[in-house]
Structure formats: C-alpha cells, structure tokens
C-alpha cells in the first residue's frame, strides 16, 4: 500500500491502538484527539480487508460534511493506490446522475455523507447486501438528533454481521445507546486524556462588538500568521467579515453551507493549496478538515458549547504541530467562556500584549513573516518555504486610524514607491469577482 508514500514512517497512538484490532474484525469504539490520525486509523485496515476481485461494495465510511467525504476518499485513494482498490465519494449537492453511473462499475469503498448514500441505498442502485465494513468518523454529529433517523435506515440495508467501527473526540450519551443496539462487544479505545489539544496556546481577548473587526485588524498585524481559520455563528456574518476583511487589505476566502457546493469544493481546493492565507468560516469546516498549514484559528464569535470549541481549535495543532487559539469575547460571552472552560478542564488566558512566536511557530519558520506593509509585503508576510504554491496578493494593511469595528477610515497607506494598491472587490462565492456567488441570498 501507499502508506511510506503518504509520508507516514511510525503509527500515532490511535493507530497503534485501532488497527490491530480492526484487523480482527472486532467492533470499535474510539475517542482520540483531532488531528491525531483518526482517519487513517480506520482507512488502512478497511482497506487490508478489500478483495478487489469481488466487485462489491465491501466497506462504507460515512462522515458528516461534504469537504470531510472528500478529504477522506482521497486519503483512501492515496493509501490504496498500489492495490487496485476503487474509492468513490457522493455527496450531496451533487448531481444523481453520475453517481448511478459510477456505481454501475465496480466500486470497493464507498466515500459519503449520510442522506446521499440512503438515497442510493434505497434506490437500490448502492448494493450494501455485502458490505462488511461499516465505520463513521465524526460519530458524535452523525448520531446527533439531525442525522440519528437516517442512520437506522441506512444500517437495515447492511449486512447483520457487519463489523461497525466509531470514532470521534467526543461521545455523548446517544453514542452510548447507538452501541447498546447495534454494537457487538466493542473494543473501546479511550486517548482521550486531556480534551483540548496539546501544541494548541487558548487566549482570549474581552472586547465589544463594535471593536471586534479593530481588534482581528491588529491580530493580523501583530501575529505570524502561515494560515488562518476566523469562524463566525451565522453565514450572513461570514460574508459580511469576509467582505471587511478584503477591505482591510488581506487576501481572504470564505465558506458557509448556503454556498453551492461546487464553490465550496474549489475553496477548499485551493485554501488548502496554499493560494490565499485567511478563511473565513461558519462551523461547516469545524469536523476532521486536515490543513496542516493552518497555525491560527480565531473564534471571531465565541462559540456556546464546549464540543463545538474544541473542533474548531482543533483546526490548529494537527498531528503535532504546534497552534494558535485566540476567541473573540464580548460581555454577553463570559458565562460561555467559563462553562466551557470548566467542561474541558482548561484554562483559556487572557491575550498578551506579545504573543511568543515559539507557541505556534514551527522552529526555523520564515522570518520575513510580520513584515511592515509599507515595505511592499503582506502585513501577515509570506508563507513559508513548505507552501510553494502561496499566491496570496500583496496588499497594504491600512492606517491604523480606522474606528473600532468600522473597517477603514482612510485609504490604504502607500508603498515605499508611492504607488498604491487597488483595493479587491468583495468577495463573491469565497472569491473575488470572477467567481459569482449563486447560492443562498446575498447579504446588503
């Protein structure tokens, strides 16, 4: 298999855990920290029990977001490239059509979200009579009251003595009832000895509403930022702090469900790529999404429960590497804030005057990054050497005369040549202009 070739040399705690077991066929039930390799944990032993010579679905992995299912497949993809092993991904936003003729050629294991895969199942155009091999990552969200009917209807199509595999951060009660009636004796596999992430440094900024856009301004000047993840409660917010941020001067893309589905790929496609440093997001990016890139992410809306916290801090710090929380709070937020602290047993510090830069930079990172603007840089600087492909725009960053949460006051400062930089238009769809924005209702 294609597991040196994916860069992996030594299994992670869960792997070393979940697959020898897996292997067994045994029923498991896993909590391990995000970015610790979960994903891998159940794809290599799924696919070391392909037989890719019986053309039948043989393992269906289910995850609870679109861009998930499409980072999962091409994780299956990588590691089963050397064993003829046919990966597909659906989703829905998708057109039926080419689905039902993918599945009309062989296909092994099956990539999707869960509504999608009943359809088909229910179709009978996804044969799951033989599929013995039945996992979901992010079990938390996929048992949770929205997708909870969909999934008792998709397992009467499997197979009764299939091997059911369950992973994810957080187990709520429903996890426990979802084991009492569909597990057989489960291997449990607890890692979950402290919830928040190691590597990640939680700080909080107590701030109103109006200055809250001010304060994001001076993080994106002060901080060394390689990529960035800001999420906000609301779609409307989203665009609306992704269009201020543009003004600002920082290259920024965003993503929220109301968005087609296509734009939302090609976002994900190309801030993972390395094409534009800051992300603006609503919770749709908060479950497994790996970008190992990403060493900030900031709550620029707090958010109201301590799940929902610890995935998207969960966005920094992947896989060992080292990250940056900083969370957004306002007056209305303190209750949030403590609750949240005392369920996950942590301590979020207020922010520093100076962040030290070995919290969540990499030794040896770029030192160019924090540039001045007027020098002709970005005021986040560049990407570092492990992003080749980084083509985010150089803009200036504004005077620092803007009002709290306004935006600019006065046009941008020129460079050190006198010319300015023409402000980018609002983004549309998470792009610029050229990329029009379909889906949902557009925000005044």
Known sequence: MGIFEAGFEKPSPIQEEAIPIALTKRDILARAKNGTGKTAAFVIPSLQHIDVNKPKIQALLLVPTRELALQTSQVCKVLGKHIGTQVMVTTGGTTLKDDIMRLSENVHVLVGTPGRILDLAGKGVADLSECPVFVMDEADKLLSPEFAPVMEQLLSFLPKDRQVMLFSATFPMIVKDFKE?????????????????????????????????????????????????????????????????????????????????????????????????NLVCSDLLTRGIDIQA?????????????????????????????????????????????????????????????????????????????????????????????????????????????????????PAAPRANGSRTPQPQANRGGYSQAAAYRGGAPTR
């Open 181 to 277: 009636k569909h597990m057989n004796s489960p291997y449990e596999i607890n890692l979950m000895d402290e919830l928040t992430l190691r590597g990640v440094t939680q700080f909080y900024a107590f701030v109103e509403e109006r200055q809250k856009v001010h304060c994001l301004n001076t993080l994106f000047s002060k901080l060394q930022i390689n990529q960035s993840i800001i999420f906000c409660n609301s779609t409307n917010r989203v665009e609306l702090l992704a269009k201020k941020i543009t003004e600002l001067g920082y290259s920024c893309f965003y993503s929220h469900a109301k968005m087609l589905q296509s734009h939302r790929n090609r976002v994900f496609h190309d801030f993972r790529n390395g094409v534009c440093r």
């Open 294 to 410: 990403v060493n900030v992410v900031i709550n620029f809306d707090f958010p109201k429960n301590s799940e929902t916290y610890l995935h998207r801090i969960g966005r920094s710090g992947r896989f060992g590497h080292l990250g940056l929380a900083i969370n957004l709070v306002t007056y209305e937020d303190r209750f949030n804030l403590y609750r949240i602290e005392q369920e996950l047993g942590t301590e979020i510090a207020p922010i520093p005057q100076q962040i030290d830069r070995a919290l969540y930079v990499a030794p040896g990172g770029s030192d160019d990054i924090g540039a001045p603007a007027n020098n002709g840089a970005a005021a986040q600087g560049q990407l570092s050497q492990q992003q080749p492909r980084q083509q985010t725009p150089v803009q200036p960053r504004p005077t620092q005369s803007s009002a709290p949460g306004s935006g600019p006051a006065a």
